[in-house]
């Protein structure tokens, strides 16, 4: 355990009576914007990892404009403010861009930090299918990976209330900042984790392996419950997938 520095900025949400997990000390922090929510057809427009520190201070900071070589669709560009103008006048090549995400993110881990991304499914699976469409090389599993949405629904799971990241930060009182910039997002969702790993120290598993491999049982569990609720209340043949953190 790594006890809190004093100047640490955690608010109503955070317990910060309590030692902050060593496994939450450092984070590597990742989020993209996208020209849709499919992950098998979506192409990535903006993406930013950062590591965090013990007190949320950011460490590193990694951000992305990809021109992503097909028209970005309105509906998108209205919610993270990037059109196709703009991602061809200066965004990067994609294959160039993707290549380097993936690279910093293999590097992330490779230096013992854990992916965080929240929401983890779309974003991971989302770049290994770019990664694939570009020939761009990427692990078969990535590990340790932990999702602050993931952890939010399995500790606080009756709570009333949206699980977006704009509703869960607000909860814990972590400032959002720009919301639907990547680099914001990226870096609220750790802030959020640190929260969490705060406030529920005496139930998360305190490694990292252990609670990489507990979140794969959570996010099925999850699913199942979802997929029951989901058929007896509106459609019977409704399909919930709870593969994680990777699906396809």
Known sequence: MSEVPDNIDLTKGCDVTKPLPLWATHLAVFDTE?????????????????????????????DWLLDPGVPIPEGAANVHGITTEIAQASGIDASVGVAQIAAQLREMIDRGY?????????????????????????????????DPL?????????????????????HYGVDLGNAHDAGED??????????????????????LD?????????????????QAYMRRARDPQF???GRWPVRG
Do not use: M
């Not at 965080?116 to 499914?121: E, I």
């Not at 991971?124 to 340790?144: D, F, M, N």
């Not at 993931?150 to 607000?170: N, S």
């Not at 990226?186 to 490694?207: F, N, S």
């Open 239 to 241: 399909v919930a997938d």
């Open 186 to 207: 990226a870096i609220a969702a750790g802030r959020v984790l640190q929260c969490i790993a705060l406030k529920y120290a005496d139930v998360a598993p305190p490694e």
């Open 114 to 146: 854990p992916i965080v991304a929240y929401n983890a499914p779309f974003d991971l699976t989302l770049i290994a299918a770019e990664a694939a469409r570009h020939g761009v090389a990427w692990p078969a599993e990535v590990s340790p990976v932990v």
């Open 34 to 62: 996208t020209t849709g929510v499919d992950t098998a057809e979506a192409r990535i427009v903006s993406a930013a990892i950062a590591l965090l520190g013990p007190a949320g201070e950011v460490l590193e900071r990694y």
């Open 210 to 226: 252990e609670l990489h491999q507990a979140q794969i049982g959570w996010s099925q569990a999850q699913a199942e419950n979802f």
């Open 150 to 170: 993931l952890l939010d629904k399995q500790f606080d799971r009756y709570r009333k209330g949206k699980r977006t990241l704009e509703a869960v930060a607000a």
